[in-house]
């Protein structure tokens, strides 16, 4: 049997499945959270690179609840060639006061960027206390941002890797990547244990991958709590995104850490935006990435995408050309003109934050549905959807709670939402679209401690649509 057969014959038993999702998080409230958004760039190359509310509130309306700031270890460190600078420390503050005026978490991942020379295969072995180093660079945004409650976490080792030193990656993993993170996270905990660390797999030397996935296996605990498994996925295969996925949960099972994909996309070619062809045909790109979508969807797991720029610097590593991370084609700092084959998929509608259990959810992106279970639970407060209305229903939408309460958005309505049928006991009121940033708000689930199963479907007269029963 083929690969991909294999693949959604095991997608279309799993959506049967009742139980609740184990990954996603939980926000002060208790509400189950499916973070999603992009990495922000602090520069390109040489170039420094500014962000204003504007391109904040672009975020917001692309489905970003989250962001990771890509912070440089040469402008908050001493080693060689870096030095800490106080303008670079308040752009960061800036970053996050935009992220948290827009309603988004922010997490810092930590590159080595900015420093002279710095090789792996040294700090490893850190006979200079290359770690204490390391660390006192992390101390000053850890002491920075302890008391702001919109600062998630740290993804605190970007990428680490083996190159040339004479070790298998398990034993590089066991004896000084593990150890790392555990000394890491000590630190941290003692200054704020709130925050989540996130952490990351070696990133193997080029060649040395495992069905397509540049990534090694993690298999040893970690053995510290408050922490993400933050692995990053450029899978170019559609035959290989759900096994790599499928290994990254079984390590999330041994790491006990919820996994939240810390960075995902395939790189853009130039020519695919260039010619009808491309190198990686954008309905072939679309397809990739829509498939990768459809398991983040399945998994019910946060996913931050590479990158919130424009594309300027166009990189040379690949086999098919230039190409680059950049979700947009014009060439200014943060860009404006949408790759849509890739930002309608990342923008795709999904549960941003559910009063209650997520069971299972999907969007279906070839009839513009989707299908959410849950188990409210209306103490913890209200909900929101991102729905992407502007850019998934031009004709509309409807929203179907169970089988008796149905609204609708008309375009060239109101505005807002209809009711078309209710229960007496419902309150429209509690239910309202927010045109400026997507997103549709619930104050509370008509049913509370119960299956609700929701679903959100293009126009405006899709009212008595069934229900199946049994699943989707």
């Given at each position: 049997m083929k690969p991909r057969l294999i693949f959604w014959l095991l997608l279309l038993t799993s959506l049967t499945a009742t139980a609740q999702i184990k990954h996603g998080l939980r926000d002060d409230a208790g509400r189950h959270v499916i973070p999603r958004g992009f990495v922000v760039n602090t520069n390109q190359g040489q170039r420094q690179i500014s962000f204003n509310s504007d391109d904040y509130l672009r975020m917001v309306r692309l489905g970003a609840n989250a962001q990771t700031i890509r912070l440089e270890l040469g402008r908050i460190s001493t080693f060689p060639g870096g030095s800490v600078e106080p303008a670079y420390l308040a752009k960061l503050d800036?970053?996050?006061?935009?992220?948290?005026?827009?309603?988004?978490?922010?997490?810092?991942?930590?590159?080595?960027?900015?420093?002279?020379?710095?090789?792996?295969?040294?700090?490893?072995?850190?006979?200079?206390?290359?770690?204490?180093?390391?660390?006192?660079?992390?101390?000053?945004?850890?002491?920075?941002?302890?008391?702001?409650?919109?600062?998630?976490?740290?993804?605190?080792?970007?990428?680490?890797?083996?190159?040339?030193?004479?070790?298998?990656?398990?034993?590089?993993?066991?004896?000084?990547?593990?150890?790392?993170?555990?000394?890491?996270?000590?630190?941290?905990?003692?200054?704020?244990?709130?925050?989540?660390?996130?952490?990351?797999?070696?990133?193997?030397?080029?060649?040395?991958?495992?069905?397509?996935?540049?990534?090694?296996?993690?298999?040893?605990?970690?053995?510290?709590k408050n922490i993400l498994f933050a692995p990053h996925i450029y899978q170019n295969d559609i035959d290989f995104i759900a096994p790599v996925m499928d290994r990254f949960d079984e390590e999330s099972d041994l790491l006990e850490?919820?996994?939240?994909?810390?960075?995902?996309?395939?790189?853009?070619?130039?020519?695919?935006?260039?010619?009808?062809?491309?190198?990686?045909?954008?309905?072939?790109?679309?397809?990739?990435?829509?498939?990768?979508?459809?398991?983040?969807?399945?998994?019910?797991?946060?996913?931050?995408?590479?990158?919130?720029?424009?594309?300027?610097?166009?990189?040379?590593?690949?086999?098919?050309?230039?190409?680059?991370?950049?979700?947009?084609?014009?060439?200014?700092?943060?860009?404006?003109?949408?790759?849509?084959?890739?930002?309608?998929?990342?923008?795709?509608?999904?549960?941003?934050?559910?009063?209650?259990?997520?069971?299972?959810?999907?969007?279906?992106?070839?009839?513009?549905?989707?299908?959410l279970k849950l188990i409210s639970d209306n103490a913890k407060g209200g909900s929101t959807l991102f729905i992407g209305a502007n850019r998934h229903y031009p004709d509309g939408f409807s929203v179907l709670i169970g089988d008796d309460l149905v609204l609708y958005h008309d375009p060239i309505g109101s505005g807002g939402l209809e009711v078309h049928r209710s229960p007496a006991t419902v309150s429209a009121a509690d239910y309202v679209w927010d045109e400026r940033r997507q997103k549709l708000l619930i104050a509370r689930w008509p049913a509370d401690g119960a299956l609700v199963h929701v679903r959100i479907v293009p126009g405006v007269r899709n009212f008595d649509v069934p229900v199946r029963k049994g699943g989707r």
């Open positions: 800036s970053l996050v006061d935009l992220g948290r005026h827009a309603g988004m978490q922010t997490v810092f991942k930590l590159t080595v960027y900015g420093v002279e020379e710095f090789e792996w295969e040294t700090f490893w072995l850190n006979e200079k206390d290359e770690y204490a180093t390391y660390i006192e660079a992390w101390k000053i945004i850890w002491n920075r941002y302890a008391d702001e409650p919109s600062v998630l976490g740290y993804d605190i080792v970007n990428e680490p890797r083996k190159l040339t030193m004479d070790i298998s990656y398990d034993e590089l993993t066991r004896q000084y990547l593990i150890p790392l993170y555990q000394r890491i996270i000590d630190e941290s905990q003692r200054i704020n244990p709130d925050k989540k660390i996130l952490f990351q797999s070696i990133f193997m030397n080029k060649g040395e991958g495992i069905d397509n996935n540049q990534y090694a296996e993690i298999t040893a605990p970690i053995n510290r850490a919820p996994i939240f994909i810390g960075e995902w996309g395939f790189p853009t070619f130039a020519s695919t935006d260039t010619t009808v062809e491309g190198r990686l045909g954008q309905l072939s790109y679309r397809e990739l990435y829509v498939r990768t979508a459809e398991v983040f969807d399945r998994m019910g797991i946060g996913a931050i995408k590479a990158w919130f720029l424009g594309s300027r610097n166009m990189q040379n590593f690949l086999a098919g050309g230039p190409s680059t991370w950049a979700i947009f084609t014009d060439e200014s700092d943060a860009g404006t003109a949408e790759r849509k084959y890739i930002t309608d998929v990342i923008a795709r509608p999904f549960p941003q934050a559910i009063a209650g259990d997520i069971q299972s959810f999907m969007f279906n992106h070839a009839t513009r549905t989707l299908d």
